[in-house]
């Protein structure tokens, strides 16, 4: 197995563990709280292996840098929000359409080839998106506004996995990661001073595990991109999906129905044109 691969996969494990944790906070919880932590988080994990590389921590293409910054601050909060809102599987295949956005951007900004399967990607993943939220079989419809929130983080994402891919070129791993809660912590910390809410009891564990598998997964997916065309490597984290729905059965009793498992195979095989394309 390619150290690409290798990398991917395991970011895909890791977030999916994160979504469990942020599904157990929201309970109580507000998103932007969430997020605040998990970037609190980053910041000092990725500050410290900086620190212990000798790297730093302002890198070289700062603009692009803070865009990345931008695009990972808009997507996580879609991201949790719909983590929040939505079963755990229905959440995880909305945010799967983000190897049609990274190829579609990678094509226009990046110069990265795109053909027939990222065409046939986008037609397979729209249909996919309208089984999920359940509205041609007849299923219980998901919350509209919340299916919404879920397809903006996966374009948000396809943005900033296009930035990561180019800044991937000549910047740290760390150095890209640590430009995420930069922007975030003073983005969101007037929004928590606003209504704060003091976790209590295990929602410090949480909140913990939200962050650490966050910066897991963060890492691994940097290091995937640095290996992997923008396309393919994204692609390849499709994993996250089954082990989304394993978890949610496991930790919550939800088991996705017809029409969620139709329309994942339909954004799963749109992923996988994608990421096939040469």
Known sequence: MRPGVRFMVLSALAFSLMAVCVKHAAVRLPTAEIV?????????????????????????????????????????????????????????????????????????????AVGRGVAAGVSLS?????????????????????????????????CAYVTVRRLSRSEHPLVIVLYFPMVTIPATLPWVLADPVLPAGLEWFWLLGVGVMAQIGQVALTR?????????????????????ALLGAAFFAEIPGPATILGAG???AGSFAAGRER
């Open 36 to 112: 605040l932590f998990r970037a609190l988080v980053s910041a000092a994990l990725s500050a410290a292996g900086l620190a212990r590389a000798g790297v730093a921590p302002l890198g070289t293409h700062r603009g692009l840098l803070l865009l990345r910054g931008m695009f990972g601050f808009a997507g996580l909060h879609c991201v949790f929000y719909a983590v929040a809102n939505l079963p755990l599987a229905e959440a995880t295949v909305l945010q799967y359409l983000h190897p049609i956005f990274t190829a579609l951007l990678a094509w226009r900004f990046l110069g990265e």
């Open 126 to 158: 729209l249909l996919g998106v309208l089984f999920v939220a359940g509205l041609p079989a007849g299923d219980v419809v998901l919350d509209p506004f919340a299916v919404g929130v879920a397809v903006a983080g996966a374009f948000f994402s396809g």
């Open 224 to 244: 995937g991109m640095q290996h992997e065309p923008a396309a393919r490597a994204t692609a390849l984290s499709y994993l996250q999906v089954v082990f989304a």
């Open 266 to 268: 339909l954004i799963l």
